[in-house]
Structures are given as structure tokens and as C-alpha cells.
């Protein structure tokens, strides 16, 4: 196991000081600046930890008063990961249709988006050379791509301009890189369970699937090793960070060992990073390309999950692949929309992005707990659930309950989720369900979220009730 992080060391340290009563509820914790000197880190990890805290539920931020210690914290259990022997799968061939609103879709909500930037951005790339309505560079227009390489240094990953590819969205490079290392009926490794979006792409391209099972670390390396030393898998094809629909992600050296294994044994490494940016702690990790020193790792991005999806912007790192994906990006789009790719590279120019991205993840912070907060004072003591540093979604454990049936019940109501089958081809997940938390708590958002529980309680005691039906055994 790699080295915890500082910012997870000091937040233990906090949680057995307040079990132990040492900090009092009505009382400010440490402020930013006084933790700092205190324990000699740097304020980024200072308001990592007390951000990780937060959603631990042990913390909550006053705006103008600080942090302070919760009056009630009852942890609830945290969903464990299934454990198998990886076996190979068919999908079917067409997929199904899926639900896109609502809790079942990934995204924003409109009202986070900074729309008022964007506008502007649009508004005076609108007004520059009439040249940009003609046919541009097919890989991605030059300021766009030096633009994205200046703010990825920032957080510390390299990437230069000319290795980026401009794309139609992360699905779209994700798609093509599969394309150019793999063919019909080649297996794709995959961590179990695995975002929807990547099984219906496998499944339309006619390849197969090895799910890799997960763990706290990330996921299970030594089958996923064995699977590339005898050859069994053609590409490996995983989110490192913030992984959907289990919120987790890989681990500092399992990222550095799979960067590693892909170079020893010539397996290409897809990485979706879409979530990577949309972190909780203060703290953008780093994705497996990062540490990827032989060119086998394709790493795939967008800004559909933290700025505007609608843009269908994207971008790839193809890494040695690269002359094969420019040449299948040439001669199949020519390109992506051109006065688009000048607006997002003014916004990000500006600053705007940066900006933008520090205050979405205070807010996305904030409305992860208070998802957690209202769900689980509401959900039977038995519920586990997630609790994610980073991402969009809640991946909830619910015993005892048939989530088809509960699913179908919600559609009824004109709420919207999606259960654990559908991330996965085994029966692993049927007491699984994903929740979008990008919505912006309402009251009817709050509405639907209670009678999601009531719901799951309804279901519970109908399943109690056949069980008792079944065995002959009454309540005591």
C-alpha cells in the first residue's frame, strides 16, 4: 500500500481528538492559517484535510465563522467492494436505452455552469478573423491545445501542446483509442463496476469484457497482471480518478504500477479522466499518464463533466499511438467546431477556468454532504454508501431491496436514478444504486430525495414480508 496522504494522516489525527472529546461543538476548530503553522503543511493540505473531514460528516463549514465540529456524527458503513475471479464476458449487442436526467445522469446541474464567462468568451471569439469559420487544423486548433497544456501544468502533469488531440468529447477519444489499438471480439479489461457510457461503447464495437474487481486501493492488479502476462487482454481501459459510479480512485502507486505493467507488457492503457478536476479536497490528483514513461497510456478528457457538455469538447493524449489516431481523426471528422475551440481557449486564457473550477469544487463539496446528510438520517441503519473525494455521484449499498423494482417506481414519479446492474455484466450490483448529486438542492430536489427513502423502506418491508411468506417464520 502507498504512502498516505498528509492531508489523510492529519484529518486522523482530528478524528480521535474529537471521539475523544477534545474539541467541543460550539467551538471553531483551528483556522486554515493557525493549522498550518501548527502542524507545518501547506494550506492546500490544510483545507484538504478539513474538506476530507467535512465529508466525512465530522466538520461542517460555517461561511463566516469557520470549521466546526458536527453535533451529531453516526459514520454510516462505507460499500465494500465485490471480490471475484475475473472471468470474460459477452455484451450484448445493442445496448439499452439509458435514463439521462435527473439522479441518473452524471452532470451539473445549469445553475452551476458559469454561463456569464462562457457568453463572453463566445462573444468575442464571434467578433475576431472571419478565417475561423473555415476548415481549421484537424487535430485541434493550436491556441486551444497550448492553452490546456499551460493550465495541466499548473497541477503539476506535463503534457506538451503538440501531443494533445482535440476531440468530441472524452467518449469520442476514448472510442477512437480503441479503435486503433483493438479489434472486434478483442478483450477489454475493465474495473468491476465500470460507467455505463464505456460498456454500451464496448458493447457497439463488438468487443468483449475481463471485469477487474475494485478495491480501497483502486483495483485488483495482481488478476489484472496475470491477464496481461498470458496475453488475455488487448487493452486495458479504466478511470483512475474518481472513478463512476464508485466515486474511488487508484491510489499514487497503483497508478505508477499500472503505467509500469502497460510498458512491460505492451497493453495500451485507455484512461477516461473526465472527473479528475472535480476534486473535494482541494487537491487535483494526477492521472496514470503522468507517470506513463513509454507512450502506452492514451489519456482521454473533456470538460462535459466540469464545464459545459454541450460544447462536445474533448481531448486525447495518444501517447506512441499518435500518428495512427491523427491519421483516423484526419480522414473521419476533420475536425472539431472551430469558433468553439477559440472560445474555450480565451476562457481558459483568462483565468476563467481556474477560477471556476476552485469555486464549482467548495460548492460540489458542500452539496455532497448535504446529499449524504439528508439520505442518511432518512435510510435504514443498514444502508452503506459511498463517500466520495471527488467526482459526481453516490454509490449506494441497499440490503434487502429489489432496485429494478424500486428504479421503475421512481420512473412512475418522474424520478430518475440508475441501479448497479447496469455498470456491470454479473449479478454482483442488484442491491446497487448511483446517484447524481451535481443537482442543486431545492426543495423539490430535497422532495425527491425523501421519497427515494421512503421508497427503499416501502421495499424492505415488502421483501421482509415475502421472506417471512416464503420461510413460514413470523416477526418477533
Not at 468530441?168 to 479489434?183: M, P, R, W
Request: aromatic share 8%; proline share 5%.
Amino acid at each position: 500500500m502507498g504512502k498516505q496522504a498528509k492531508y489523510k494522516v492529519l484529518a486522523e489525527q482530528f478524528i480521535c481528538a474529537m471521539d475523544g472529546g477534545e474539541y467541543p461543538q460550539d467551538q471553531p476548530l483551528p483556522s486554515l492559517r493557525q493549522l498550518s503553522a501548527l502542524h507545518q503543511v501547506s494550506m492546500t493540505t490544510a483545507l484538504a484535510c478539513y474538506r476530507y473531514l467535512e465529508s466525512l460528516g465530522y466538520i461542517r463549514a460555517d461561511p463566516k465563522r469557520g470549521f466546526f465540529p458536527c453535533s451529531e456524527h453516526n459514520p454510516v458503513p462505507l460499500t465494500e467492494h465485490a471480490q471475484f475471479n475475473a472471468q470474460i464476458s459477452t455484451l450484448p449487442k445493442s445496448p439499452p436505452r439509458r435514463l439521462r436526467s435527473g439522479f441518473a445522469t452524471a452532470q451539473l446541474d445549469a445553475n452551476l455552469i458559469d454561463t456569464q464567462q462562457l457568453r463572453a468568451s463566445l462573444n468575442r471569439t464571434m467578433r475576431g478573423n472571419l478565417s475561423m469559420f473555415n476548415y481549421g487544423d484537424p487535430l485541434g486548433e493550436p491556441t486551444l491545445r497550448r492553452a490546456l497544456s499551460e493550465h495541466l501544468q499548473v497541477q503539476g502533469f506535463m503534457l506538451q501542446e503538440q501531443t494533445l488531440i482535440i476531440t468530441q468529447g472524452c467518449l469520442d477519444a476514448v472510442k477512437t483509442a480503441l479503435e486503433i489499438t483493438t479489434k472486434e471480439q478483442d478483450v477489454i479489461a475493465i474495473p468491476s463496476p465500470c460507467y455505463t457510457g464505456l460498456l454500451d461503447t464496448l458493447s457497439v464495437m463488438g468487443r468483449q469484457v475481463l471485469e477487474i474487481p475494485s478495491n480501497q486501493d483502486g483495483i485488483d492488479l495482481a488478476q489484472l497482471e496475470s491477464a496481461m502476462a498470458r496475453q488475455e487482454i488487448a487493452a486495458c481501459l479504466i478511470s483512475a480518478n474518481f472513478q463512476n459510479p464508485t466515486g474511488h480512485s487508484l491510489s499514487t502507486q497503483q497508478k505508477q504500477m499500472l503505467a509500469r505493467m502497460a510498458k512491460q507488457y505492451q497493453i495500451p492503457v485507455i484512461e477516461d479522466d473526465v472527473y479528475r478536476e472535480l476534486s473535494h479536497t482541494g487537491t487535483t490528483p494526477l492521472p496514470v499518464k503522468h507517470f506513463d514513461e513509454d507512450g502506452w497510456v492514451i489519456w482521454c478528457s473533456s470538460i462535459s463533466k466540469t464545464l459545459a457538455p454541450g460544447f462536445r469538447l474533448g481531448w486525447c493524449a495518444p501517447g506512441r499511438f499518435h500518428q495512427t489516431y491523427s491519421d483516423l481523426i484526419r480522414v473521419r471528422s476533420l475536425g472539431c467546431n472551430r469558433p468553439l475551440q477559440l472560445a474555450l481557449a480565451d476562457y481558459i486564457n483568462r483565468g476563467h477556468y481556474a477560477r471556476y473550477l476552485r469555486k464549482l469544487n467548495q460548492t460540489l463539496t458542500l452539496q455532497c454532504n448535504r446529499y449524504i446528510q439528508i439520505l442518511t438520517q432518512l435510510l435504514p441503519a443498514n444502508i452503506k454508501l459511498n463517500r466520495p473525494q471527488g467526482g459526481l455521484v453516490l454509490w449506494f449499498e441497499l440490503p434487502q431491496v429489489d432496485t429494478q423494482q424500486l428504479q421503475a417506481q421512481l420512473r412512475d414519479e418522474r424520478i430518475y436514478i440508475l441501479c448497479g446492474d447496469a455498470f456491470s455484466t454479473t449479478e454482483l450490483y442488484h442491491n446497487y444504486v448511483r446517484l447524481n448529486f451535481g443537482q442543486c438542492l431545492s426543495s423539490e430536489i430535497e422532495s425527491q430525495l425523501i421519497r427515494f427513502t421512503q421508497l427503499i423502506d416501502q421495499n424492505r418491508c415488502q421483501k421482509s414480508v415475502k421472506d417471512e411468506t416464503k420461510t413460514g417464520t413470523k416477526p418477533a
